[in-house]
């Protein structure tokens, strides 16, 4: 897949080195804020407003591949946005990194 598909608008939002440097970065896709986190090798993007208390989950931390939201620490999964022991579910959008470049698809993915 490359940021040219037809079903997907990719946006290039970062560079990888950026994020290689400090795990985590808000970016704005579509009017939208979303916070990309590396984890191991893989980028991951969340709508950055927690779905608990509103908080910016750029503003949180990286803690045994899980992001933690600063305020109350819920913690989310990267590749799901599943709240551990929680009901509720952190909006996910997919990324491609092509040419050093961090895409993400501006529509958040369905989680079933």
Same mark, same amino acid.
């Given at each position: 897949?490359?940021?040219?598909?037809?079903?997907?608008?990719?946006?290039?939002?970062?560079?990888?080195?950026?994020?290689?440097?400090?795990? +985590?970065?808000? !970016?704005?896709?579509? &009017?939208?804020?979303?916070?990309?986190?590396?984890?191991?090798? @893989?980028?991951?993007?969340? =709508?950055?407003?927690?779905?608990?208390?509103?908080?910016?989950?750029?503003?949180?931390?990286?803690? +045994?591949?899980? !992001?933690?939201?600063? &305020?109350?620490?819920?913690?989310?999964?990267?590749?799901?946005? @599943?709240?551990?022991?929680? =009901?509720?579910?952190?909006?996910?959008?997919?990324?491609?990194?092509?040419?050093?470049?961090?895409?993400?698809?501006?529509?958040?993915?369905?989680?079933?």
């Amino acid at each position: 897949m490359t940021p040219e598909s037809a079903t997907v608008e990719w946006v290039a939002v970062a560079p990888l080195a950026e994020l290689q440097r400090r795990k +985590k970065k808000q !970016v704005e896709v579509a &009017g939208r804020a979303i916070a990309l986190f590396l984890v191991g090798d @893989r980028v991951f993007a969340f =709508d950055d407003t927690c779905v608990h208390k509103g908080r910016s989950l750029s503003r949180g931390s990286l803690w +045994k591949g899980k !992001v933690v939201c600063p &305020g109350h620490q819920w913690t989310f999964d990267p590749e799901t946005g @599943r709240a551990d022991d929680q =009901d509720d579910c952190q909006p996910v959008h997919d990324v491609l990194v092509v040419d050093g470049v961090v895409h993400v698809d501006p529509r958040p993915r369905q989680i079933s």
